[in-house]
């Protein structure tokens, strides 16, 4: 189970309602995968821990195909009601094997969901399988200076090479949300997506949207001169697996 995102169900339609007009949802991270992403009319996308869909219908708007799943029930049930019942929506775990067919898909997008994870090798292997060769994989994660910075400010002083746990409380329309997180360093996220399979091409650190000057305006220039998530475009090499089921 991906450690930290079963939390999820307990609050699920308090975070949807959040994730519509948050700072860090609407006018900086969902922007700049979108950007990322660029002209996705007629790909085959999945949604990777889509939540409560805002990604995949942003997609679906622009002429994609979309695929989504998320490890919490109770957040798949808020995407099926923004979605329809037609949307292909599954309950599914980022660590277990993926119930989509080799090669499915032209694109993954990963939206702030790897950092939940302890381990990436057995996601990133089960990433590159559904994808094509030459498909993308396009992931956000916590930037991992952000985090070690303001642990630092908060008191003990991490190590930055080192791995490490921690759980974080947030405060969602006033109410209080506790999630578990993962983080590691650079250079451990970039090993373990060429390990994968992957090929680098881009490593990317956005600003917020300029609109979010006039609608966040005591906490946009904080965000504007530091970065919060850092963002990744990996190619997806020639298949190494398959699945069993392919091969049937």
């Given at each position: 189970m991906a450690q930290g995102t079963s939390g999820y169900d307990g609050f699920a339609g308090t975070y949807a309602v959040e994730n519509e007009t948050s700072l860090m949802n609407a006018y900086y991270e969902r922007p700049a995968a979108l950007a990322l992403a660029g002209d996705v009319a007629?790909?085959?996308?999945?949604?990777?821990?889509?939540?409560?869909?805002?990604?995949?219908?942003?997609?679906r708007d622009r002429?994609?195909?979309?695929?989504?799943f998320d490890q919490s029930a109770g957040m798949v049930e808020q995407a099926r009601q923004r979605l329809g019942g037609d949307a292909d929506l599954r309950v599914a775990d980022l660590a277990d094997p993926l119930p989509?067919?080799?090669?499915?898909?032209d694109d993954v997008m990963a939206s702030l969901v790897l950092h939940y994870l302890e381990d990436w090798k057995p996601t990133l292997a089960e990433l590159h399988r559904v994808l094509r060769t030459g498909g993308r994989l396009i992931a956000s994660v916590n930037h991992p200076m952000m985090v070690n910075l303001t642990h630092r400010a908060e008191g003990p002083r991490p190590d930055y090479f080192e791995r490490y746990t921690w759980t974080d409380e947030f405060v969602l329309q006033g109410r209080p949300c506790r999630m578990t997180f993962w983080n590691k360093p650079l250079h451990a996220m970039t090993d373990a997506f060429t390990e994968a399979g992957f090929r680098i091409s881009v490593i990317?650190?956005?600003?917020?949207?300029?609109?979010a000057r006039e609608v966040y305006p005591d906490d946009f220039p904080i965000l504007d001169t530091f970065p919060t998530f850092l963002f990744f475009v990996l190619e997806a090499g020639q298949s190494r697996r398959r699945s069993p089921s392919s091969r049937m």
């Open positions: 007629g790909r085959r996308i999945l949604d990777a821990g889509c939540g409560s869909g805002p990604l995949f219908v942003a997609l002429g994609a195909v979309v695929s989504g989509f067919p080799d090669a499915a898909f990317h650190e956005p600003h917020p949207t300029p609109e």
